[in-house]
């Protein structure tokens, strides 16, 4: 069945650090993308999103890779800082004409000042 | 940029009352309008989908006389959870599509509910 989850549950960096939160998925018919940061006690806030025809797509202090061959999806993040500590989902459209979304299991994002 | 609204932002109530919790997109018109429920420490779990002007579509164990939603309008969806009981305590998100040449959606803020 369908399913989208995550490497590893936390992650810990020291402040000023790359981070990479790491995602993958089953449904090969995912042609949509996106990664939210989810603070505690609040919804979701999206960050980058990425379409199925590009394998790397950059924002401002983050960088999304896609790699479609072995169903991966990672997110970097540039010099962490301590607003960055959050909880990370990855998310997918569950397919071609569909807009519901399905979400990882989320990776605590933990920055060590 | 987009903003999605919910109310309230927390609800207590009593086992077998049932709560309202409003959902509106405050600067956007949204075609659909999706209904979340995350409990501690998990991920959102979509409840049901719904379209303006019809009626939701609901997931796979999700009761739909238990859940009641409504979007009425094109800026107001709402989930009314009927007799709730303890196990419904959850955070309850709702999210808005446009459909403006975007997959993105606007998530609203949470709504946490606590049934005693």
């Known amino acids: 069945g369908e399913s989208v989850g995550l490497h590893l549950p936390t992650l810990s960096v020291q402040e000023g650090d790359n981070s990479i939160i790491n995602c993958a998925y089953s449904?090969?018919?995912?042609?949509?993308f996106i990664w939210y940061k989810q603070e505690s006690g609040k919804g979701p806030q999206f960050i980058i999103d990425i379409r199925s025809n590009m394998d790397k797509r950059q924002g401002q202090r983050v960088t999304v890779l896609l790699n479609k061959t072995v169903k991966h999806l990672s997110l970097q993040i540039a010099a962490t800082q301590p607003g960055d500590s959050a909880v990370y989902f990855c998310?997918?459209?569950?397919?071609?004409?569909?807009?519901?979304?399905?979400f990882g299991k989320g990776t605590k994002l933990s920055v060590i000042p | 940029g987009a903003v999605v609204s919910q109310h309230p932002s927390w609800v207590i109530c009593k086992s077998g009352t049932s709560v309202k919790i409003e959902c509106r997109s405050l600067d956007f018109q949204a075609t659909t309008m999706f209904w979340y429920r995350q409990f501690p420490k998990q991920s959102l779990m979509l409840m049901a989908t719904?379209?303006?002007?019809?009626?939701?579509?609901?997931e796979q164990g999700v009761e739909k006389d238990k859940f009641l939603i409504n979007h009425a309008s094109l800026t107001l969806s709402t989930l009314t959870v009927t007799s709730a009981h303890p196990e419904d305590s959850s955070f309850y998100i709702c999210?808005?599509?446009?459909?403006?040449?975007?997959?993105?959606?606007?998530f609203g803020p949470g709504t946490r509910l606590t049934v005693t």
């Open positions: 719904s379209n303006e002007g019809s009626k939701a579509t609901y």
């Open positions: 449904n090969s018919a995912s042609d949509y």
């Open positions: 998310a997918t459209l569950r397919g071609a004409g569909s807009y519901q979304l399905t």
């Open positions: 999210s808005a599509f446009s459909g403006a040449n975007s997959y993105e959606q606007y």
